[in-house]
T-cell receptor
Framework: KNEVEQSPQNLTAQEGEFITINCSYS?????LHWLQQHPGGGIVSLFM???GKKKHGRLIATINIQEKHSSLHITASHPRDSAVYIC??????????????FGTGTLLAVQP | DVKVTQSSRYLVKRTGEKVFLECVQD?????MFWYRQDPGLGLRLIYF???????EKGDIPEGYSVSREKKERFSLILESASTNQTSMYLC??????????FGPGTRLTVT
């Protein structure tokens, strides 16, 4: 079983819809990251969080440390949001490094 | 803005060739990472470096080596390329325990 699980693996939405992508993990962590990868493109960090909630524009990330669960929400989705969204955790056992464990990603397609 | 650059976007090599992938970052980050990304497997760590000349194996170091002679540059070496090393290779850097900044990736095909 992977230490970081994302759901769904694939998601198709209509423009304007509210989207939720989930991430569950099985290890103790010091931080959780949400990343975005456009087709053929590099990876961009969206959020790094260790508690609570963060918001940037139409994107909201939440984390529940007790339940080992995080969600990424996209409000008023747009076709330009189409990308792979990747959840990654920095495990507590990583010590004095910044090693991450990655989920396999959620492929989002937003149709006009 | 942090910039992480990789030497090639696309590379085609023959089995048995020695392959060098270079990564340069311009923000004086001490941590640098090499990952490969394969469909269904996500990103997997090959090697990372937390200082000049310092390196540690990641999850899949077999068949790879690395070099970090200068703080801004981290090289990944495939000593003898094999077809199972066909993949997307991504470099990243970070300052301490902060977010990682990724390069654009190198799509390597070994024939």
């Amino acid at each position: 079983k992977n230490e970081v699980e994302q759901s769904p693996q694939n998601l198709t939405a209509q423009e304007g819809e509210f989207i939720t992508i989930n991430c569950s993990y099985s290890v103790g962590i010091s931080a959780l990251h949400w990343l975005q990868q456009h087709p053929g493109g590099g990876i961009v960090s969206l959020f790094m969080l260790s508690s609570g909630k963060k918001k940037h524009g139409r994107l909201i990330a939440t984390i529940n440390i007790q339940e080992k669960h995080s969600s990424l929400h996209i409000t008023a989705s747009h076709p330009r949001d189409s990308a792979v969204y990747i959840c990654a955790v920095a495990p507590s056992y990583g010590g004095a490094t910044n090693k991450l464990i990655f989920g396999t990603g959620t492929l989002l397609a937003v149709q006009p | 803005d942090v910039k992480v650059t990789q030497s090639s976007r696309y590379l085609v090599k023959r089995t048995g060739e020695k392959v060098f992938l270079e990564c340069v970052q311009d923000m004086d980050h001490e941590n640098m990472f090499w990952y490969r990304q394969d469909p269904g497997l996500g990103l997997r760590l090959i090697y990372f470096s937390y200082d000049v000349k310092m390196k540690e194996k990641g999850d899949i170091p077999e068949g790879y080596s690395v070099s970090r002679e200068k703080k801004e540059r981290f090289s990944l070496i495939l000593e003898s390329a094999s077809t199972n090393q066909t993949s997307m290779y991504l470099c990243a850097s970070s300052f301490e325990f902060n977010e990682q900044y990724f390069g654009p990736g190198t799509r390597l095909t070994v024939t």
